[in-house]
């Protein structure tokens, strides 16, 4: 099993910065990527940013240049540093990570969520 643990949401004045961070544990051999969802109400949940093990990065269209996704390899964690938020960024923010298990299966797993609000 592996649990993700995800932190740093909060309420932001549009303009503002917030730091996530999604830790991963247990049963992991290896961590093939780990990216940032969200889901805003009423619409479907869409892919922020990911980062694969090789280090390659992909962020949607609409937070290039404003969102930098990271990773501590060391630490199993994966960081979106939110920078020059607007309104429209307000969601709730999942992580996902895929991992190869000490059992050495493929699995996916989600975050819980950590909501951002961004006021105007």
């Known amino acids: 099993q592996v649990q993700l643990v995800e932190s740093g949401g909060g309420l932001v004045q549009a303009g503002g910065s917030l730091r996530l961070s999604c830790a991963a544990s247990g049963s992991i051999f290896k961590i093939n990527f780990m990216a940032w969802y969200r889901q805003a109400p009423g619409k479907q949940r869409e892919l922020v940013a990911s980062n694969t093990a090789g280090g390659s990065t992909n962020y949607a269209d609409s937070v290039k240049g404003r969102f930098t996704i990271s990773r501590d390899n060391a630490k199993n964690t994966v960081y979106l540093q939110m920078d020059s938020l607007k309104p429209e960024d307000t969601a709730v923010y999942y992580c996902?990570?895929?991992?190869?298990?000490?059992?050495?299966?493929?699995?996916?797993?989600w975050g819980q969520g950590t909501q951002v609000t961004v006021s105007s």
């Open positions: 996902k990570t895929g991992v190869v298990t000490l059992h050495l299966t493929e699995l996916n797993y």
